[in-house]
């Protein structure tokens, strides 16, 4: 009985971390495109139509998180650089999908985002990192010629 607790904390940290390192995903885009950052959560269990808020965060290096959009009641909110530029589909909330739509992808872009998962199964989060490559047009390369 006394070993319990600290046997059940050990796995409850295994299970963290590898619930991390097995969460974690990477996207490589060239300025301009367009990509989704992916984010899945376990809806078993979970009613139809059940409340579910998601936030998208960007951890700073010189600051708190940028809150990059989120969904709570129904309303969503976007951050100022990322104005018009990303969608989430409240749609794909049913079927454990808060994946985020990013449309033209800026330098600044890069970086990881964390993405967090609120519903009556409790709270989930995962982790995407985003790498930015900013390439020469072609147009540009050939014009020097
Ligand atoms: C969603 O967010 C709202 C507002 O912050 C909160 O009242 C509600 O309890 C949240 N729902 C869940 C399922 O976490």
Redesign the pocket.
């Known amino acids: 009985m006394g070993t319990g607790p600290a046997l059940s904390l050990h796995s409850l940290a295994l299970w963290t971390l590898y619930r991390v390192i097995m969460s974690q995903s990477s996207i490589t885009a060239q300025c301009g495109e367009d990509v989704t950052l992916s984010c899945t959560f376990p809806t078993l269990g979970l009613a139809a139509n059940?409340?579910?808020?998601v936030t998208w965060k960007k951890p700073r290096a010189d600051g708190p998180d940028l809150l990059v959009h989120s969904y709570?009641?129904g309303m969503e909110k976007q951050s100022e650089a990322y104005r018009g530029r990303t969608q989430l589909d409240p749609e794909g909330f049913a079927k454990g999908d808060a994946s985020l739509r990013l449309r033209d992808v800026h330098i600044q872009d890069e970086g990881s985002y964390s993405c967090f998962v609120?519903?009556?199964l409790g709270?989930r989060s995962e982790e995407t990192s985003l790498t930015v490559l900013s390439m020469t047009p072609p147009t540009m390369g050939f014009a020097g010629l």
């Open positions: 059940q409340q579910v808020n709570s009641l609120n519903s009556e709270p």
